[in-house]
């Protein structure tokens, strides 16, 4: 890359960067309610995203190879426990993939 190259790549950068986090607070100022289909992804979409991480985690799962997905099995109990038990979808999700980690790295 050229030095104007990279100039111009910087600047893209900082304009995205600040566009995304100043577009919210133009687009939803504080004084006005949120729109209804916005307050509809707020709920809705947390349990997309877990679903979809559900389905991109065992995608390639094979049952009836190597530990027979036994990781995957404990790692999901995982999950959906500390789920039931805290009701935090990051603490379920980083419980299940620490779990996961130490399944495979030590014990299968």
């Known amino acids: 890359m050229t030095l104007t190259q990279q100039i111009v790549t910087i600047c893209m950068v900082i304009l995205g960067t600040a566009l995304t986090r100043f577009l919210p607070f133009l687009i939803f100022p504080a004084g006005k309610p949120t729109p209804k289909y916005i307050r509809y992804l707020g709920k809705v979409l947390p349990a997309a995203v877990f679903g979809l991480l559900v389905v991109y985690s065992l995608r390639n799962l094979n049952v009836f190879t190597g530990t027979h997905g036994l990781p995957e099995l ?13 009701k935090q979808m990051l603490l379920s999700i980083a419980g299940g993939t620490i779990c996961y980690m130490l399944l495979v790295q030590y014990i299968f």
């Open 74 to 86: 404990v790692a999901v109990s995982v999950v959906v426990g500390l789920h039931l038990w805290k």
